[in-house]
């Protein structure tokens, strides 16, 4: 049987608690989901995150969205930190679920020209998954010729990693059921041309990657290569995974 080769990307407000200023893992949510990969044999995973509570408040607190100048040096490692210590406790729960993982590190490996990804060598993402070991990556602080440092998000490297291997299928799980439209009612389907009369809300006000807006942004951009994507909430995971119905938005070319 040929296995299925997906990327899910785990929203930072499914897997941290943005609701107070601290990094907080959302651990229940993260052993759901690890239980959830480790029961279908059929599919080869690709996992990105985001960073939630754990990245965004020190990524705004040293203003790295902006760049780097001589005050804001140490909030790369302090981003990095925070973020890292998120990606520890994902790789954690997949692997306490039996599901073999490594975290890979944006800040080590990719480089970025004014907050675009230039860089990035995804041979040993490829490897890893050719011999069974799921790679978790994470947006994370990236160094930048143009701007010496940036914030690139989880859904940026989505896209560098669809235009660089070959994918089946990506899906978003984040906290909300998609994209709404005025009426409260999820738009099942976008695309550049509708999308450009949608108003979209931003999520919380500590997202340094544009909340929703970037994330949609991110996705059509993705759609103009040619790559749909799925946006649903992640009380329906199991449903993207298994090729389902999810209830939520398709972003397609
Ligand atoms: O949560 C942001 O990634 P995102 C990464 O996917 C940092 O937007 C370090 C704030």
Same mark, same amino acid.
């Given at each position: ?21 601290? +990094?907080?893992? %959302?651990?229940? /949510? ?11 044999? !059929? #599919?080869? &995973? *690709? ?36 973020? +890292?210590?998120? %990606?520890?406790? /994902? ?11 490594? !975290? #890979?590190? &944006? *800040? ?146």
């Amino acid at each position: 049987m040929n296995k299925e080769r997906i990327i899910l990307k785990l929203g930072g407000s499914v897997i941290t608690d943005k609701s107070s200023g601290d +990094c907080r893992v %959302n651990r229940p /949510v993260l052993e759901r989901i690890a239980g959830e990969l480790s029961s279908r044999e !059929g #599919i080869v &995973p *690709l996992i990105v995150h985001g960073a939630g509570s754990c990245g965004h408040p020190e990524a705004k607190e040293h203003h790295l969205d902006k760049g780097l100048d001589h005050t804001n040096k140490a909030g790369v490692f302090i981003t990095h930190r925070a973020v +890292c210590n998120l %990606n520890y406790e /994902v790789v954690n729960a997949l692997r306490a679920s039996g599901v073999e993982a490594v !975290g #890979i590190h &944006p *800040l080590d490996a990719c480089t970025a020209k004014n907050g675009r990804l230039i860089s990035f060598d995804c041979k040993p993402v490829e490897l890893l998954v050719q011999n069974g070991i799921i790679p978790v990556l994470h947006g994370d602080v990236v160094m930048d010729v143009g701007q010496g440092a940036c914030i690139v998000s989880g859904d940026q490297l989505i896209s560098f990693l669809a235009g660089n291997m070959a994918v089946d299928r990506i899906g978003l799980a984040t906290d909300v059921a998609g994209v709404f439209d005025p009426d409260g009612n999820v738009i099942r389907h976008i695309n550049k041309r509708s999308a450009g009369s949608l108003e979209i809300r931003g999520s919380g006000s500590t997202d340094v990657t544009g909340g929703m807006r970037g994330k949609i942004n991110e996705l059509l951009l993705l759609a103009e290569t040619g790559v749909e994507s799925e946006l649903f909430h992640v009380s329906r995971v199991s449903d993207f995974l298994d090729g389902r119905d999810n209830g939520g938005t398709l972003v397609s070319p």
